[in-house]
């Protein structure tokens, strides 16, 4: 069902007039418009141009499925190297979506899809980039789902960089807020292995917030196996300070 509404969305662009003098005459595949081996550079970028286009009118629609569908196109966008502004925009709008980006009907919140948000915190740490990493800390320091803060911190941690320590300090924040309220055994995993990850990636050096947040994990109300997976990290984080 999914790959008939793209193709179905894709085959309405091209029968856009003014859009008539870049469709290509290959036949029309869901995802790609023509393969990338068969396009000059400036085909390509038109490509990219005419994705971005079906992306935010996908998103501008408003419907979780429709959402959900122009995510799939960023994926593929950023399996083909795409990192542009534009594109991390887009990403930065479903990010956001029905948590800062508010659409009300009668006074009732209509655009709070978690599963959107979930998915865009996961293409964010594709993603990468210094920007990502900014709309990621955003999305902890905002958002409520544990599923979505989940796997917005996996992202963080995939990414690795946190020269200031902002990274480690949102994440140890956001377990605090979880930790006596509400404690989710993914969150919690999803923080251990981030604070190793960054750790790892920043020569072993670890902020004092890291180490108190696997603290409070391991002495906190998780599941044995979570406990215990802090007191393993808090062990290798003490090796490798002394090496």
């Known amino acids: 069902m999914v790959i008939l509404k793209r193709f179905m969305l894709m085959a309405a662009i091209f029968a ?67 990192r542009g502004p534009e594109l991390h925009a887009t990403l930065e709008f479903l990010a956001f979506e029905g948590v800062i980006n508010l659409t ?19 293409l964010l740490g594709q993603f990468g980039t210094p920007a990502a990493v900014q709309t990621l800390l955003v999305m902890v320091a905002n958002d409520n789902e544990p599923m979505v803060l989940t796997e917005a911190i996996r992202s963080l941690g995939i990414i690795g960089a946190d020269p200031n320590m902002e990274v480690i300090n949102t994440i140890a924040l956001t377990m605090n807020r979880f930790n006596n309220l509400n404690p989710d055994n993914l969150l919690a995993l999803s923080a251990i292995e981030a604070i190793e990850r960054i750790s790892a990636a920043n020569d072993g050096i670890v902020a004092p917030t890291a180490v108190q947040t696997l603290i409070r994990i391991a002495e906190g109300n998780y599941m044995t196996i979570i406990r215990n997976r802090a007191r393993t990290a808090l062990s290798d984080l003490r090796r490798g300070l002394h090496h």
């Open 16 to 82: 856009v007039p003014q859009l008539a003098v870049i469709a290509q005459p290959a036949p029309v595949t869901p995802g790609l418009l023509t393969p990338p081996s068969a396009l000059t550079v400036e085909q390509m970028y038109l490509q990219e141009a005419i994705e971005m286009m079906i992306i935010r009118e996908q998103i501008r629609g408003g419907t979780r499925e429709m959402q959900l569908v122009g995510l799939d196109f960023i994926g593929e966008a950023l399996s083909r190297g795409s």
């Open 104 to 122: 009300r009907e009668n006074g009732r919140v209509i655009n709070n899809f978690p599963d959107v948000r979930v998915r865009a915190a996961n």
